[in-house]
């Protein structure tokens, strides 16, 4: 302490010493400073404690923080856990499935060769299965060979056969009309005119015969071009009473029309014979005039219509006619199960209406 140090001094006028004064000034300098020091220090601790509470109090939300994460993680753990059992069981579950699908397994490999054993059997069987039937192949393919051998030789001989009949039957035909030709030549008229009919009527069906059954027809055949045909032949050979060739106008219009074959020849007869009559009758002070013939249906004809415009029919009603052009077209009609009529119109129609 500054007061354990004895000095001797001359006491002062207010009988105070002079060292006495300087040291308690000094020791007031030092205790304002050291005042001062811990007012500075006190500052500065008072600035740390505010500086350690903050530091508290963010611990202590960190705490809160970190307890709250604590208190979620147990949560999760126990979540954790329960899934953690409930894998357990699954795998356990999974585990015994294992066991049955390996004894399942097991079973079926069992099968599986058992199956394998007996398809190996059938495959020996399929194989000789195969070879009898190649073996029978071959046998009814001989067969077959033979019997379309022999079938082509029949169906050749049949065609051979059926071409004999229709030249037999041409020529036949041909000494019919020669026959014809000549008694007519040998009769006075109207004899000689009634077996020119018949003549031409016999040349009609010749013709009609060699247009459907020369070269190869099927069961159908187109009637417009087979019309054609005979009218072409009809009025290129004139006989008789027939205007020239030249004068009428006999043409064939309307659809295609197919006819079966068994009914074509009987329907070119009625034609022809309707043609002839209008040739003949129809235009008895003229040499011009038309007749035309009407194809009508498609595919199928349904009707036909022979047209001319000549004098038109005369006499009585065409129903109770009994010439022997009217009786044949009637007895072919019946033939085909066809109806025919007749209508004076600016001439002679007549119709043909096909089943």
């Not at 007061?3 to 007031?28: A, H, I, M, W, Y």
């Not at 979540?79 to 999974?94: F, K, T």
């Amino acid at each position: 302490m500054p007061g354990s140090r004895r000095e001797t001094t001359r006491p002062g006028l207010d009988g105070t010493c002079p060292s006495l004064v300087d040291d308690l000034r000094e020791r007031l300098t030092a205790a304002e400073a050291e005042r001062d020091q811990a007012l500075i220090e006190n500052e500065e601790m008072h600035q740390q404690i505010g500086h350690c509470a903050s530091e508290c109090l963010c611990l202590e939300a960190e705490l809160q923080a970190t307890t709250k994460r604590l208190r979620e993680a147990g949560f999760s753990l126990r979540a954790l856990q329960r899934r953690h059992e409930e894998d357990r069981a699954v795998v356990g579950a999974l585990e015994q499935l294992l066991i049955e699908t390996r004894t399942q397994a097991a079973v079926t490999e069992e099968e599986f060769h058992a199956t394998l054993e007996e398809l190996q059997v059938a495959t020996e069987e399929l194989a000789s299965a195969n070879l009898q039937m190649q073996y029978l192949n071959r046998n009814l393919e001989h067969q077959i060979d033979q019997r379309t051998a022999a079938l082509e030789a029949a169906v050749a001989d049949r065609d051979a056969l059926i071409h004999e009949i229709h030249h037999q039957t041409r020529n036949n035909l041909q000494i019919i009309s020669s026959l014809l030709n000549l008694q007519a030549s040998r009769l006075m008229e109207p004899s000689a005119s009634e077996v020119r009919k018949s003549f031409r009527r016999i040349q009609t069906i010749s013709l009609v015969h060699g247009l459907l059954f020369d070269g190869e027809r099927g069961a159908d055949v187109p009637v417009r071009p087979l019309l054609h045909t005979l009218c072409n032949h009809l009025t290129g050979q004139p006989t008789g009473n027939f205007p020239e060739p030249a004068a009428i106008d006999l043409r064939v219009r309307g659809d295609e029309g197919c006819v079966a074959i068994n009914t074509a020849g009987p329907l070119t007869l009625m034609v022809a014979e309707l043609i002839d009559n209008a040739l003949r009758h129809g235009f008895p002070d003229r040499n011009d005039g038309m007749v035309e013939v009407r194809v009508e249906g498609e595919p199928r004809a349904g009707r036909i219509v022979v047209r001319d415009n000549g004098v038109g029919l005369d006499g009585p009603a065409t129903g109770e006619r009994r010439g022997l052009g009217l009786l044949l077209i009637r007895s072919l009609a019946r033939q085909v199960g066809a109806q025919v009529s007749f209508v004076r119109q600016e001439g002679t129609v007549a119709e043909i209406l096909l089943p």
